[in-house]
């Protein structure tokens, strides 16, 4: 089933895909008030999906998923193809810590002591 995955990791990843999901379209206008044009292109965030047919969304449910698997499947679509992003960026961390001997998990509790995960319902 793969490594389970802390809070604070389930949290930088999801901080990390914010920072890659970052796209630009300069085929797009983006339009003010009055229908007037000001800047040629559009950013915005590519949102990654969850689940699959019918249960697809791009919502993630933290409450849900107890031990971050939910997250690992979480994927960029770009046509017939598929991204799995946060799993990309989990083996990213495994080979940083791997590679430089750091734990991101205790760097994290160092640099925030009294981080408290949200309760479990």
């Known amino acids: 089933m793969g490594r389970w995955l802390t809070f604070r990791r389930r949290n930088l990843l999801q901080r990390l895909e914010h920072i890659i999901g970052q796209c630009y379209n300069p085929h797009s206008t983006t339009a003010i008030a009055y229908g007037r044009y000001y800047e040629y292109g559009r950013e915005f965030n590519y949102s990654p999906r ?54 991101f998990d205790e760097l994290h509790k160092k640099r925030y002591p009294n981080f408290k995960p949200p309760p479990k319902l």
Do not use: C, P
């Open 50 to 103: 969850f689940g699959s047919g019918d249960s697809e969304t791009k919502w993630y449910n933290e409450r849900k998923d107890r031990d971050g698997q939910i997250l690992k499947r979480g994927r960029y679509k770009f046509g017939a193809n598929h991204m799995y992003v946060y799993q990309n960026l989990e083996e990213l961390l495994l080979f940083l810590e791997k590679e430089f001997d750091i734990s």
